[in-house]
Antibody, heavy 119, light 107 residues
């Protein structure tokens, strides 16, 4: 069935880097923009970054601008999030998601991958 | 940035009761509002899009209404599996934003 599967999370020290991946299956990945959304422990949802279907347009939340980079490889049906200069406040579950519906209602989500930034 | 304010923060109800959740936007989002349900340890699940359209597979007891700045999610008769946290979300303009959530708990 339609699926997104994240990987790459873990424990990392402040200032270090981590790359998350999100593998898509059973839908035409190259047709859809993709997003990363995160959720700090016990907190609400925060949009992080979005990339257009062809990778030509990218937008970032102010909280990660200049530190995180979103990218995609349509030949591999995979979305990425390169996270540099990580901070304690980046600790969260990171979800990839997409919308096949109008106005970016996110109808497909991955299960999430946990990133913990701690010394 | 459009700020979404959800109320109440917590709603304590019994199974079978009606739940009414509110989401207010800091400026008009037209009808471009979605609602999600999230259970512990799970990803959010889309319930409603464009303010009043149920997503695929969502039971009819869930309904959404509103436009402009004021929106409501109604659960007509709570089932045991409906106790969860609910979020609203808009994408009238970037950044995409979420409300702070309403927790529906068992009374």
């Amino acid at each position: 069935q339609v699926q997104l599967v994240e990987s790459g999370g873990g424990v990392v020290q402040p200032g270090r880097s981590l790359r998350l991946s999100c593998a898509a299956s059973e839908f035409t990945f190259s047709n859809y923009g993709m997003l990363w959304v995160r959720q700090a422990p016990g907190k609400g949802l925060e949009w992080v970054a979005v990339i257009s279907n062809d990778g030509s347009k990218k937008y970032y939340a102010d909280s990660v601008k200049g530190r995180f980079t979103i990218s995609r490889d349509n030949s591999k049906n995979t979305l990425y999030l390169q996270m540099n200069s990580l901070r304690a406040e980046d600790t969260a579950v990171y979800y990839c998601a997409t919308s096949t519906l109008p106005h970016d209602a996110l109808d497909i989500w991955g299960q999430g991958t946990m990133v913990t930034v701690s010394s | 940035e459009i700020v979404l304010t959800q109320s109440p923060a917590t709603l304590s109800l019994s199974p079978g009761e009606r739940a009414t959740l509110s989401c207010r936007a800091s400026q008009s989002v037209s009808s471009y509002l979605a609602w999600y349900q999230q259970k512990p340890g799970q990803a959010p699940r889309l319930l409603i899009y464009d303010a009043s359209n149920r997503a695929t597979g969502i039971p009819a007891r869930f309904s959404g209404s509103g436009s402009g700045t004021d929106f409501t999610l109604t659960i007509s008769s709570l089932e045991p599996e409906d106790f969860a946290v609910y979020y609203c979300q808009q994408r009238t303009d970037w950044p995409l934003t979420f409300g702070g959530g309403t927790k529906v708990e068992i009374k």
